[in-house]
């Protein structure tokens, strides 16, 4: 059996037992509402070069999810990503491609709960995404587009992230018996830490690939100085940064066993504040904890890590193509001509 450690492993993955029922379905119902819209206005927004955008944004996050940091005394954190997903992809794209995420987390690696899956997937995912956009890009426009400007807006929009989705996740801890006036000082002191790590990265990342292939970040380039060099975009453009994402994606993989060993923000308040003892095991045990069963040492890890991030590619890619698909079905239907009715 698991140890409640090896439960929750990576940050503000809510296990189950911390929330209550009626807490989780609650979020339940919000998540899939909300990615139901998403779909939505996907549907009416992607493009081709997206698609497999969404794959590879997905894959990268999952990846570097492994990678935790340390922050503080004896505290780790790790890459959210759904303000990085969301100012690259749009905000409802970057939603599903955060789904995906943390969805496959829970179903194959048991990192989070499947009651509590919900509320994960809101906080890490919706929020942040939401967040991340809608705060940034009003930034990018204040900044005029200059390329200090994005530097700043990765910042403080991937920073704003982490402390919302800190604060939904209080708010239902508080909301399942946990004392507010211990969860949310406790919460949001430790993630305004691991907050800063994540903007370092997400700074790092836009300024990047902005300033590599501008013309592949649609979302951005209308917020950016107009001139930027603005490259064509072909199907071979695309395979290549697809091909490129997805091998950066299992570089992390296999430096993921050198990911820091601490405790990471949602673990330690959870043991310094007394309910860590709350969490339940997982109902079944597929790759517990990132390891490959039967298979020991850093290769377990590497190989865990690798095999999730195809299938979250794979997961995120094929929901792209479906939309793409339902929405070119739609199209075509409407453009159809219609027989005509014959006269009384």
Avoid at 40 to 53: A, F
Avoid at 327 to 340: D, F, K, L, T
């Amino acid at each position: 059996m698991q140890s409640l450690t090896d439960l929750l492993v990576f940050a503000l993955h809510v296990p189950d037992g911390f929330l209550n029922a009626p807490v989780a379905l609650l979020w339940w119902v919000l998540t899939v509402a909300v990615l139901a819209v998403a779909v939505r206005k996907t549907s009416g927004s992607l493009n081709e070069r997206q698609i497999p955008l969404m794959g590879v944004m997905a894959a990268f996050i999952f990846a570097a999810q492994m990678l935790n940091f340390p922050v503080l005394g004896g505290t780790s954190g790790h890459l959210l990503g759904g303000a990085l997903a969301a100012l690259l992809l749009g905000p409802w794209a970057g939603m599903l491609v955060m789904a995906c995420v943390v969805g496959l987390q829970a179903l194959l690696f048991q990192d989070g709960g499947l009651l509590a899956m919900g509320a994960n997937i809101f906080n890490m995912g919706i929020l942040t995404a939401a967040v991340g956009y809608w705060l940034g890009t009003p930034l990018l426009r204040l900044f005029g587009g200059k390329p200090w400007g994005l530097v700043v807006t990765g910042f403080v929009a991937a920073w704003v992230s982490v402390m919302v989705a800190a604060i939904a996740c209080s708010l239902q801890l508080a909301l399942s018996g946990v004392p507010a006036g211990v969860v949310f000082p406790a919460m949001l002191f430790v993630h305004a830490f691991i907050g800063v790590g994540e903007g370092l990265i997400t700074l790092a990342a836009l300024t990047f690939i902005v300033s590599t292939r501008p013309d592949l970040v649609t979302t951005l380039t209308s917020y950016l100085d107009p001139t930027t060099t603005r490259r064509p975009v072909d199907g071979r453009t695309v395979g290549l940064v697809t091909l490129v994402g997805l091998l950066c994606a299992v570089g992390a993989a296999f430096i993921s066993p050198l990911a820091s060993g601490d405790p990471d923000g949602l673990e330690r308040v959870a043991e310094d504040q007394g309910f860590l003892d709350r969490a339940l095991d997982a109902p079944f045990s597929i790759l517990p904890d990132y390891t490959i069963p039967g298979l020991d040492g850093n290769a377990s890890t590497i190989i865990a890590g690798i095999v999730g991030l195809l299938i979250v590619f794979a997961l995120a890619y094929g929901i792209a193509m479906l939309i793409r698909s339902r929405r070119q079905a739609a199209e075509e239907e409407r453009s159809a001509p219609r027989p005509a009715t014959g006269e009384r």
